[in-house]
C-alpha cells in the first residue's frame, strides 16, 4: 500500500501540541502552575495578618484573579507551547520537514520516501498509533514518529483501510 502526501510545517505544530496536550509530565506542570493560583488567595491572608485587620476588598480582588488564573491559565499555556514550537520550527532550515511524502506498508514496516531520502520503520519499533480529526501520528518514542494528514486518504474507506492494516501488522510483529 502507497500513500501520498504534503506535509506542511503546521502539521509538525500539531504533532508537537498533541504531545504536550497528552504527555504525562506537561500535565503535571499545568496541574501544579494552575493551583499556583491559590497564592493569590494567601497574600491577602498574609496582608491582613500582619495588619491586624482582615481586608476583605483586597481578599475578593485576590480571589477573582486566582478564579480567573484557575480557569484561563491552560489557555495562556498551550498558546505559549504553541508559540515557542512555532520559533524552534522557524529557526534555521527545517526544509527537511515538509514537502511531498509517500509512505509504504509493507511486511516488514514502513517506508517513509521524500526527496530527502528514505526512512525504514520496523513494525517492533512503533510504539503507538494516534489519530487527531486532521493527522494520525505513528510514533516511535515519545518525541519522534511520522506525521500524515488524514487528507493522504482518498476516502474514509482507504483510511480505516490504512489504520486497519496498521494495527494487524503491528499485532502480528510485536505480539
Do not use: C
Request: hydrophobic share 45%.
Amino acid at each position: 500500500m502507497e500513500y501520498h502526501y504534503t506535509l506542511t510545517k503546521d502539521d509538525y505544530v500539531a504533532f508537537n501540541m498533541h504531545h504536550a496536550q497528552h504527555s504525562e509530565r506537561v500535565q503535571k506542570v499545568l496541574r501544579v502552575q494552575r493551583w499556583m493560583s491559590l497564592i493569590f488567595l494567601l497574600i491577602p491572608l498574609l496582608v491582613s495578618w500582619v495588619e491586624g485587620e482582615f481586608l476583605l476588598g483586597m481578599f475578593a480582588a485576590f480571589a477573582l484573579l486566582a478564579v480567573l488564573w484557575f480557569l484561563f491559565y491552560p489557555k495562556y499555556f498551550y498558546g505559549s507551547i504553541k508559540k515557542n514550537i512555532v520559533k524552534v520550527i522557524n529557526e534555521g532550515d527545517n526544509s527537511s520537514l515538509t514537502g511531498e511524502y509517500t509512505m509504504m506498508v509493507t511486511e516488514d514496516g514502513l517506508v517513509e520516501k521524500s526527496s530527502k531520502g528514505e526512512v525504514k520503520t520496523p513494525w517492533s519499533s512503533i510504539t503507538q498509533i494516534k489519530e487527531t480529526d486532521e493527522h494520525i501520528f505513528i510514533l516511535v518514542n515519545a518525541m519522534s514518529g511520522y506525521v500524515i494528514p488524514i487528507s493522504a486518504f482518498a476516502d474514509v474507506k482507504a483510511l480505516q483501510q490504512f489504520k486497519e492494516t496498521l494495527n494487524a501488522a503491528r499485532a502480528g510483529k510485536t505480539g
